[in-house]
Antibody
Framework: QVQLQESGPGLVQPSETLSLTCAVS????????WSWIRQSPGKGLEWIGY???????KYNPSLRGRATISLDQSNKRFSLKMTSVSAADTAVYYC???????????WGQGTLVTVSS | DILMTQSPSSLSASVGDRVTITCQAS??????LNWYHQKPGKAPRFLIY???NLEIGVPSRFSGSGSGTEFTFTITSLQPEDYGSYYC?????????FGGGTKVEI
């Protein structure tokens, strides 16, 4: 069974960098794409981007280049960094598996990140 | 970006009722549409892919139909555990986009 687990700070200062990691178990990281999605009351569910095992990435243009997703195959983890955060980035952040044929099929449990001083 | 519009935004129904949710895409997405169910405080659960195919383990009271720009999600006999929010999501084009959700109250 595929399982994903997010980890990282729950509180980030405005203008700082948000950093989250997702641990993957039950799947090979070379078979799918690995995504981050966030959910906030104001904006609903928003896809952030994905990383492939080759290191290739794709991002939502709405984030204006602030997001970077990277992969650590040896430790079966992938990470999200988002720079210059503001209160608008406060959300529950989910890591997820993107299946090229079926879309997002597995989700982590989510982690709340609050941007506040 | 492809805009996904769900309706209604909320509904209240009784156990045993038939419930229908619609999702409209702002452009043709073929059948590249998923449906998810989310309970409060939990991650979304994957229910349906390719607009009408049930994920393994999903009860048969759930179904989906449609293609192009108009899609329907149906629960044929609402159960107490079906409360929560339901979301459609297109994967025809990046960025992936989601509907605004339908909150179902029992």
């Amino acid at each position: 069974q595929v399982q994903l687990q997010e980890s990282g700070p729950g509180l980030v200062q405005p203008s700082e960098t948000l950093s989250l990691t997702c641990a993957v178990s039950g799947d090979s990281m070379i078979t799918h794409y690995w995504s981050w999605i966030r959910q906030s009351p104001g904006k609903g569910l928003e896809w952030i981007g994905y990383v492939y095992y080759t290191g290739g990435t794709k991002y939502n243009p709405s984030l204006r280049g602030r997001a970077t997703i990277s992969l650590d195959q040896s430790n079966k983890r992938f990470s999200l960094k988002m720079t210059s955060v503001s209160a608008a980035d406060t959300a529950v952040y989910y890591c997820a598996r993107y299946n090229w044929n079926y879309g997002i099929d597995y989700w982590g449990q989510g982690t709340l990140v609050t941007v506040s001083s | 970006d492809i805009l996904m519009t769900q309706s209604p935004s909320s509904l209240s129904a009784s156990v045993g009722d038939r419930v229908t949710i619609t999702c409209q895409a702002s452009q043709d997405i073929s059948d590249n549409l998923n449906w998810y169910h989310q309970k409060p405080g939990k991650a979304p659960r994957f229910l349906i892919y390719d607009a009408s195919n049930l994920e393994i383990g999903v009860p048969s009271r759930f179904s989906g139909s449609g293609s192009g720009t108009e899609f329907t999600f149906t629960i044929t006999s609402l159960q107490p555990e079906d409360y929560g929010s339901y979301y459609c999501q297109q994967y025809e084009t990046f960025p992936l986009t989601f509907g605004g959700g339908t909150k179902v109250e029992i």
